[in-house]
């Protein structure tokens, strides 16, 4: 069984994860480019998203927003709440709210600090995000603590192929992805949520294993569960 520190040599982040700070700049410096290739995201995890985010209910959050692209996505009905650390990115994001003709918060946080109180929402979304947050773990575990103990936690993620010569690349080039651009390209987005503690409900891979959908439940569900176990009356 490998070892903490076997795992930490492994991350490209583990040495020296980037900053909130660095992490800032550099979305300010792609967030134009990124809403400029939005039709390319559509076409590549549009679909995904679709069939994760499509039945979102309630008062969502979409953790780390980016330029939105999620929101097109979500009910008309949903209560849209979206965080990002970038205020570029959220300046895009606001410019897509306008264009769908929908409703929705924006501001700016760390969603490893997140600014709401505990079980403040019904749905939690994030897309593409963990590979960048200096602890992805803690960011996840925010989204489990403002998120009802009866609700969802969907992610979409990219991490290691289950292809073994991608996967293999993946490893070879993941410091010099990571340095030019701050992604850890080779993480196993499962087992970080597994190791937040979220029961998993249903999980996927996609694309040759590089796209993983998670549809997760709070920490505090699995409690909530044995008791309605416990005082439903059997027949």
Same mark, same amino acid.
């Given at each position: 069984? =490998? ?23 550099? !979305?300010?410096?792609? @967030? ?15 679909? !995904? ?6 039945? *979102? ?15 097109? !996505? ?18 895009? @994001?606001?410019?897509?709210? %306008? ?6 918060? &924006? ?20 897309? /593409? ?26 992610? /979409? %993620? ?7 010569? &991608? =996967? ?5 080039? *993941?410091?010099?992805? !990571?340095?030019? =651009? ?9 087992? /970080? ?14 694309? &040759? ?6 549809? *997760? ?8 569960? @044995? =008791?309605?176990?416990? &005082?439903?009356?059997?027949?």
């Amino acid at each position: 069984m =490998a070892s903490h520190a076997d795992e930490g040599a492994r991350d490209p982040a583990g040495r020296r994860p980037m900053s909130i700070e660095e992490i800032r700049a550099s !979305y300010a410096e792609c @967030a134009p480019w990124i809403d400029r290739f939005d039709w390319l995201d559509r076409r590549l995890t549009g679909r !995904y998203r679709r069939r994760l985010f499509g039945d *979102a209910e309630g008062r969502v959050l979409d953790v780390a927003c980016g330029t939105g692209v999620n929101f097109r !996505y979500l009910p008309s009905t949903a209560d849209l709440v979206g965080i990002d650390v970038s205020p570029e990115m959220l300046s895009k @994001a606001r410019d897509r709210l %306008e264009r769908l003709e929908r409703d929705g918060t &924006l501001r700016e946080m760390d969603a490893q600090a997140l600014e709401f109180d505990d079980d403040s929402f019904d749905t939690v979304i994030s897309s /593409l995000s963990t590979c960048t947050f200096p602890d992805p773990v803690a960011a996840i575990e925010e989204m489990d603590r403002v998120c009802k103990p009866t609700g969802r936690i969907l992610l /979409l %993620e990219h991490g290691r192929s289950d292809v073994g010569p &991608l =996967a293999r690349f993946q490893d070879w080039y *993941a410091d010099a992805h !990571y340095a030019t =651009a701050g992604c850890r390209w080779n993480q196993k987005p499962l087992e /970080l949520v597994l190791r937040a503690g979220l029961p998993v409900r249903e999980a996927s891979t996609h694309a &040759l294993g590089i796209i993983t959908l998670i549809d *997760a439940r709070p920490s505090r569900d699995s409690l909530v569960d @044995a =008791a309605r176990a416990h &005082l439903t009356p059997t027949r």
